[in-house]
């Protein structure tokens, strides 16, 4: 097996493959590389990878149906490549299963960065500290931390890496509100950017995949209006 993370660059302009092959094989990665949807579909369903960086406007099969293919076989990070201001295709892309999305055009040197904080939460979480447990359990509700599982009233609940990263950082600090700037900042590691309707997109794919397996389960995460979020167990 490749010791070093293997991640599939998808985009029909191979000026940005090639930036993008560049930048990440100086930081370690080993990269392959699909210019249509069709090609990245194949790849990314036929070989695993550490992560999947996906250009939503694609010929053949556009960004978006990869993505969606992609999640009903796997749970691969992907990040996003979207045309600045398209705000409606972004928000889309993380209603189809998408972890993170970088705005064309782009630094080089943050989408590295988004790559390694994402691969750094898919793989050994920042959450995990000697004082919190690796098993979270609440009624009907069972969070494997080290495991990254999620079960609910025993049937396994499949969600994507950055959903269950969301669902553990609040799950870990049960009845705290956290406004939408600390989540991006601690979840996704944004600091001085990042739109927060992001988060909002999160908890609501969070609350329906749990709410298909229990309603009760899905009313554990709460909105807080005007403020953010919360993760409350009803006594």
């Given at each position: 097996?490749?010791?070093?993370p ?13 930036l ?24 990314a ?36 490549l ?14 189809l ?18 790559v ?28 494997h ?18 959903e ?26 944004y600091?001085?950017?990042?739109d927060?309707?992001?988060?909002d ?6 609350r329906e ?8 389960v ?18």
């Amino acid at each position: 097996m490749d010791q070093q993370p293997r991640i599939l660059v998808v985009d029909d302009e191979e000026r940005i493959r090639r930036l993008v092959r560049m930048y990440l094989e100086r930081s370690g990665f080993l990269i392959d590389e699909a210019e249509d949807g069709e090609v990245a579909l194949h790849k990314a369903l036929n070989q695993p990878y550490a992560l999947i960086i996906l250009d939503l406007m694609l010929p053949i099969i556009d960004g978006r149906d990869v993505c969606a293919q992609v999640r009903q076989h796997q749970e691969t990070p992907i990040i996003m490549l979207t045309a600045a201001g398209d705000e409606v295709n972004r928000i889309h892309g993380f209603e189809l299963g998408a972890d993170d999305y970088v705005v064309k055009p782009f630094s080089p040197r943050e989408l590295v960065m988004r790559v390694k904080a994402l691969l750094k939460r898919t793989g050994e979480t920042e959450f995990h500290r000697p004082d919190l447990q690796q098993v979270l359990t609440f009624p009907g509700l069972a969070v494997h931390i080290d495991a990254r599982r999620v079960e609910v009233f025993d049937q396994e609940v499949s969600l994507t890496p950055k959903e269950f990263d969301l669902l553990v950082y609040m799950a870990q600090r049960p009845d705290k509100v956290f406004n939408r700037e600390e989540l991006l900042r601690d979840v996704w590691n944004y600091q001085f950017y990042g739109d927060q309707r992001t988060v909002d997109t999160h908890i609501k794919r969070l609350r329906e995949k749990l709410g298909q397996a229990s309603d009760d389960v899905s009313r554990y995460i709460v909105t807080v209006w005007g403020v953010g979020y919360k993760f409350e167990v009803p006594v």
